[in-house]
């Protein structure tokens, strides 16, 4: 794979790894914001925005739902680490932004039991 020229080893799966980020990522962020407190870094799964007199902890993640675990047990684990991503940051979790990654096969009733389970555990 060629970037701008160069040639890249980008992993097959996972995260791109803190040379590429240092390199590609990092000196393309947009402008720069007095109240972005904790911009994007390498390793770091959230951010944190100054609102006011308050902080905003925020973080974004596609959730996968894994069906071979139950939809139940799927769901519970994909809320849970799309929360720790925030409770590192030391401001507790307080509102909640989605992005699903759902199988294509997915039921209605399915689908029920995950937001079911993401409500009970919100």
């Known amino acids: 794979m060629t970037w701008a020229g160069k040639r890249r080893d ?6 791109i790894d803190r040379e590429f980020f240092d ?6 962020l947009g402008a720069d914001r007095e109240d ?5 870094q390498h390793g770091v799964d959230f951010g944190v925005v100054d609102v006011g007199d ?3 902890a925020m973080a974004t993640d596609p959730i996968f739902i894994m069906p071979s675990l139950g939809f139940e047990r799927a769901a519970w684990f994909a809320i849970h680490i799309l929360m720790s991503d925030v409770a590192v940051s030391g401001i507790p979790p307080s509102h909640l932004s989605v992005d699903f990654n759902l199988p294509p096969q997915i039921t209605n009733e399915e689908f029920e039991t995950v937001w079911e389970t993401f409500d009970r555990e919100a």
């Open 10 to 15: 980008m992993p097959e799966l996972g995260k």
């Open 36 to 40: 972005v407190t904790l911009g994007p």
């Open 54 to 56: 308050e902080a905003v």
């Open 23 to 28: 390199e590609y990522v990092y000196p393309h």
